[in-house]
């Protein structure tokens, strides 16, 4: 079995984040890169069902320089191969650019199975996944979070999350499947893994090595800015009662809330 690995890297979670002079996008100079923490969950998914169905695990991304630190770490994770677009268009790129590039990849490769994280925790998008699949004519399932692959490694039985519940549906592989947590519980790289990682090979391609041709985006962003800053609590003396029409009044004339 082969499987392809879609993973972003995202500013960790504990950055500061803050507009950049322009006010049209993000400062990025002092932030902390680290794996999507959803595709931590494709990953091990993914090694797991290497280890059972004898397969090999590819794990692919599009980004900069830096990209190549989070091909490392997934390396030492036990994947076997890398690769990365890297093109000058590819940071500003929209979802569906994204989902392009990544199709562009899958078809060079095949796989039985594609795993992606169900969305990317900095834009929260959640739409590369069902795009990568329309644009490879695959069956997809989207937020799951339990999977069992046939022993023949055709096909799949997955729980996906939906709203109120849980919708349990059968995919026939080659399929798309974008993970959720608590489908597994991602690993950490040993000393060894972390070893190896640094003498495997990751293969850099362009956007023309894969006949994309315009590789930017169609989304124009026109303002970034900060969560509004909280104000202090507001305390309401007197009794009960006095303190209820104190309140209401404040809801009404100041805040306009009622």
């Known amino acids: 079995m082969k499987i392809l690995v879609c993973v972003k890297q995202v500013p960790a979670t504990d950055s500061r984040i803050k507009p950049t002079g322009d006010g049209v996008g993000v400062d990025l100079s002092s932030v902390d890169w680290i794996i999507n923490p959803y595709d931590e969950f494709a990953i091990e998914e993914a090694l797991q069902l290497k280890a059972k169905h004898d397969g090999e695990v590819v794990v692919v991304s599009i980004g900069g320089d830096k990209v190549e630190d989070a091909m490392r770490s997934a390396l030492a994770l036990g994947v076997d191969t890398a690769e990365v677009i890297k093109d000058a268009g590819s940071a500003a790129s929209d979802s569906l650019g994204i989902a392009k590039g990544l199709a562009a990849i899958a078809k060079r490769h095949n796989p039985d199975l594609i795993l992606c994280g169900k969305q990317a925790v900095d834009d929260d998008q959640m739409a590369v ?8 004519d695959l069956p997809q399932a989207t937020v ?13 039985k997955v729980d996906r999350e939906i ?8 995919v026939t592989f080659p399929a798309v499947i974008a993970t959720q947590k608590g489908l597994n519980e991602p ?11 640094k003498k495997k090979k990751i293969e850099v391609l362009s956007a023309a090595d894969l006949g994309l041709g315009e590789f930017g985006s169609k989304v124009e962003v026109l303002a970034v800015n900060p969560p509004a800053e909280k104000t202090g609590a507001r305390m309401i003396e007197g009794d009960a009662a006095a303190q209820v029409t104190e309140l209401i009044k404040v809801l009404h004339d100041e805040e306009k809330i009622i």
């Open 163 to 170: 709203e109120g519940g849980h919708e349990k549906i059968e």
């Open 187 to 197: 690993r950490y790289a040993n000393l060894k893994g972390i070893m190896a990682a």
């Open 129 to 136: 996944p069902a795009m990568l699949a329309e644009l490879l």
């Open 144 to 156: 799951v979070v339990g999977m069992e692959v046939a022993e023949d490694g055709k096909s799949a």
